[in-house]
């Protein structure tokens, strides 16, 4: 009669590991993608593909306001980032905490507005850090929550050199 081999000697348990592993790393890159297709959206101004990046509960808040459920995001978007404005959002540092179905992730942005006509009183770039809540949905991963976060702000004027 031989003797059972343990689950390691059998590749069993590595496997498993492994597999693991495979979905937590496509994961973490389906919700880093997320955030990146976030800040095109916004550049763009493409108010159809930021629908497709929220749940449908979902809630912002950010220095251009709060807002509650996607078409209320959506909005609040829209009328804060014109793509006449020459916006654009630079992410990086994407952290990616998951938990089975839900996550949270934190990265920096680096956001400049090269507006045609400067407005006094609104920031030209600003440094700020980027804190969500993702859900993972029968469409796969979505944003379930945005909440921007001021860390500096700069007013000097930046020439737009395209146009809208």
């Known amino acids: ?3 059972p081999r343990p689950a390691a000697a059998t590749g069993a348990a590595p496997l498993d590991e492994l597999a693991r592993s495979l979905r937590a790393l496509v994961d973490r890159d389906e919700i880093t ?3 990146f297709r ?6 763009a101004g493409d108010a159809e593909q930021l629908r497709d990046l ?3 509960d979902a809630t912002a808040r950010t220095p251009g306001g709060t807002a ?3 078409e209320a995001v959506v909005a609040q978007a829209a009328r804060n980032h014109r793509p006449e404005d020459g916006i654009q959002h630079h992410v990086s540092n994407v952290l990616v905490d998951l938990d089975a179905d839900q996550a949270t992730v934190r990265s920096n942005l680096l956001v400049t507005f090269a507006r045609r006509e400067p407005v006094a009183d609104k920031p030209v ?3 700020e850090v980027y804190r969500f809540e993702a859900r993972r949905t029968v469409d796969g991963w979505r944003l379930a929550s945005v909440v921007v976060e001021p860390v500096w702000a700069s007013r000097s004027p930046v020439t737009l050199l395209r146009a809208g």
Do not use: H, I, P, W
């Open 38 to 43: 976030l800040g095109y959206a916004l550049d």
């Open 125 to 127: 770039t600003l440094g």
């Open 54 to 56: 929220f749940v449908e």
């Open 33 to 35: 993608r997320l955030v």
């Open 68 to 70: 509650e459920g996607v």
């Open 1 to 3: 009669m031989s003797t």
